[in-house]
Every structure is written in structure tokens, then in C-alpha cells.
């Protein structure tokens, strides 16, 4: 399995408060994306990295911010929680020199805002 | 609006031939076709990928017609640890999944 790790794995929190997310990668890999994952919706894009400091907004990215300070961390932050985005969180890294630039998934982070 | 559509469940037994079918309108040249497994609890995998035509793998298949607004992926006499969500994926200047089809494998 390609060296990437989601912390925290489960975390419940209540509306309002700021919550981050880390996804931690071994593999040194260019990019990086975090998606959320919701019945009926399948996976969405939220944000993605195509290097340091190189941020662009996804599909789904309102009230969600990133931050890529160094290769192997990429943090996805909820300033202020809502019930919407109760979700399971998946972080994916790729390498565009790959043939296939295909993506590899963390475990996935369980958020709950109550 | 681009949209890729994919049916919700698929049901099948052991040894049999499954075909799942992604519908993906408004595709864009630059777009490819790539078909993810999913377990519970635990992160999409990687199946196989491709432009048009037909590209086969050690685990999979995957058909693209000329006009490519579809794709089929065909996995062989599956077995029971076939049993996941399988997600298609057009890759290109946007990243756009279907909703999942959860496939049930039976005995």
C-alpha cells in the first residue's frame, strides 16, 4: 500500500468549531487531493495540490481551506463546522510522471459536526 | 454540466461475467476513463484505466466506444471477494466520479 496516513481516523466535533484534518504521505508524491465521500454523491473533490504552496479549488470547496507548507503534508481545514459536513474525508496522492497519474487513497477520516 | 452516471447496485454469483456501465456526457478530449474498487472502510484502489477502445489488465477490462460518452468495465468470473463499490472516474482538466455501483456477489 502506497505510505499514506489520515489523522485523525474518527473525530466528532460541534458546529461551529474549527476542525483540520492531516494527510501525511511517504511516497513523494506532487499531488495530493482531499475529496469527501457521501451516500448517493459517491466521492467529491474538495481541494488539490499539484505542488508546495500550489492550491486549487475542487468541486465542492466552500467553507473548506488547504495548506501545502512541505511535499508530504497536505491539511484540509473546516473554519467553522456545519452538520453538512458530517463525511467520511479520503486524501489521494498521484505522480504525474506515472503512465496512468493514478491516484492512491488514504483510509479515510469519519467527521461528525453535531 | 458533466456528469457521470452509474447504476446504484448490481447483483451476481460466483463464476459469472459482470459488465458495469458509466455514462459520461459532455466528456472531454483531454478525458480518460479510470474504474476504482472500494471496500468498506478503506480508501477507492485502483482497477484500470483507459482512452478508447479496449484495454484488458490481470483483474479487468474496460471497453470505451468511438464516440466514448460510455464505458464498460468487465470483470471475469468474479468470486466472492469481488463483493465492493465500483466508482467510475473521468480524469481530465476536472476529476468527476460516479456515484458508485455496489456490486453484490452471492454463492
Known amino acids: 500500500d502506497a505510505g499514506i496516513t489520515q489523522s485523525p481516523r474518527h473525530k466528532v466535533t460541534e458546529t461551529g468549531t474549527p476542525v483540520t484534518l492531516r494527510c501525511h504521505q511517504t511516497e513523494n508524491h506532487r499531488y495530493m487531493y482531499w475529496y469527501r465521500q457521501d451516500p448517493g454523491h459517491g466521492l467529491r473533490l474538495i481541494h488539490y495540490s499539484y505542488g508546495v504552496k500550489d492550491t486549487d479549488k475542487g468541486e465542492v470547496s466552500d467553507g473548506y481551506s488547504v495548506s501545502r507548507s512541505k511535499t508530504e503534508d497536505f491539511l484540509l481545514t473546516l473554519e467553522s463546522a456545519t452538520s453538512s459536513q458530517t463525511s467520511v474525508y479520503f486524501c489521494?496522492?498521484?505522480?504525474?510522471?506515472?503512465?496512468?497519474?493514478?491516484?492512491?487513497f488514504g483510509p479515510g477520516t469519519r467527521l461528525t459536526v453535531l | 454540466l458533466a456528469k457521470t452516471t452509474q447504476p446504484i447496485s448490481m447483483d451476481s454469483y460466483e463464476g459469472q461475467e459482470v459488465n458495469i456501465t458509466c455514462s459520461h456526457n459532455?466528456?472531454?478530449?483531454?478525458?480518460?476513463i479510470t474504474w476504482y474498487q472500494q471496500f468498506p472502510s478503506q480508501g477507492p484502489r485502483f482497477i484500470i484505466q483507459g482512452y478508447k477502445t479496449k484495454v484488458t489488465n490481470e483483474v479487468a477490462s474496460l471497453f470505451i466506444p468511438a464516440d466514448r460518452k460510455s464505458s464498460t468495465l468487465s470483470l471475469p468470473r468474479v468470486s466472492l471477494s469481488d463483493t465492493a463499490v465500483y466508482y467510475c472516474l473521468r480524469k481530465g482538466g476536472k476529476l468527476i466520479f460516479g456515484q458508485g455501483t455496489e456490486l453484490s456477489v452471492k454463492p
Open positions: 459532455n466528456i472531454a478530449t483531454n478525458d480518460y
Open positions: 489521494a496522492i498521484s505522480d504525474p510522471e506515472d503512465s496512468y497519474n493514478e491516484q492512491f
